[in-house]
């Protein structure tokens, strides 16, 4: 007891010191969504009930994919606006193919998805080597790629898809065994400790500060409470959505390749200023041109979730309200402007906060245009609170 309790207090201490350090971490973020979570309840019951939630947790996944890209964007400092275009053009793409052209749904992913990755590439190649500003080029894509997407889709407009294909079930299969959601919170409680413990071991096998045991108890706690809640909560209704499993695992893969790779780290370092990087070493083209493509494969990804979603693909498909979301989600979950700070989770929790505000306006019935007010002032306390963030780790010498 004495251990969880100088656990908590160590955690308490050190959390305040990354606060005055200009290291808000994800709190910000986190009492965000509580406050909203309990606003939205107040006015309106169901908001918490487990229908909406689950829905909730399957809208977040096709905006929130194409968010994960941009993350990775936004840490080298560069920005992306093309990536709603080139998700509306892959959902284009696959439905042309498949539906239209009776190509095998499998086969039509892939190119759908290599579409996206090639988009991003070109971008990167025009960007890193050729040294156009990342703006113009993006801004460019949004225009071009969106124009290709009408042309593909034709004359019709709109292009209807099978709900019981492939594509269909992304978002509308639940896995309703009970042990699928626990399985999952398990799994990820365990990960996390490990995580955690290996963390740990290194750092105290090189002599440096470390977390102790009872600490790595307390958040790997912290997380299975959240974990099994979900889980609880997802049981309640349908179970495990097939959607939020993929996103999860891709949130959490691209995360380990972030934090636990010499990518990643190339990827942080490259935030940090283009000549920095070069002098350490790091091709910095190729880490450019990456860093695009895997934007564009993430936005392929979402467009085909967004689709599934709505089963079918239209020439609204990449609006540029879209692109706004995406943007916003990556900001407002963390991610900073300035380059060099975030995670892919920055992307969920983000996505978590817009769709929460979409949700919620929804069930009480109000206007659009509220809501839009509303995640632009969350967007804009965001980015002071990390433009502060910033000043404060350059006066502690940190920036």
Known sequence: MNGLRRALRSGTEAAGRRLRGGEPGVLPVVVGVLVIWSVFQILNGNFL???????LSVDIVGAG???V?????????EIDLSVGSVSGLAAALFAVLNVQHGMAEWLAVVIAVLSGAAV????GFLIARVGAPAFVVTLAGLLGWNGLMLYVLGAGGTVNLD???????LTGHYFHEVAAAYGLAAAGSVLCFLVYYRDRRRRRAAGMSHRPLAEIAVRTGAV?????????VLNRFQGLPLALLAFLLVVGGLDLVLRR?????????????????????????????????????????????LASRITSVSQTSGSSLLLMNVIAAAVIGGTSLFGGRGTTWSALLGMLVIQSIASG????????AVQFMITGGVLLAAVVIDTVARRTRREHGRA
């Open 361 to 368: 306006m929804s069930l009480l019935g109000i206007q659009s």
């Open 120 to 123: 991003g590439s070109l971008h």
């Open 224 to 232: 299975a409470l959240v974990a099994f809640s979900a889980a609880h």
């Open 49 to 55: 009930a487990p229908r909406n939630l689950s829905n």
């Open 163 to 169: 709900e019981d294909s492939l594509i269909g079930k």
């Open 261 to 305: 790779t010499r990518y990643g780290r190339k990827v942080y370092a490259l935030g940090g200023g283009g000549e920095p990087a070069r002098r350490a070493g790091i091709d910095v083209v190729r880490v450019r041109v990456s860093v695009f493509m895997l934007s564009g494969t993430m936005a392929a990804v979402g467009g085909l979730f």
């Open 65 to 67: 994919m194409i968010a």
């Open 69 to 77: 890209g941009v993350v990775f964007v936004l840490l080298i400092g």
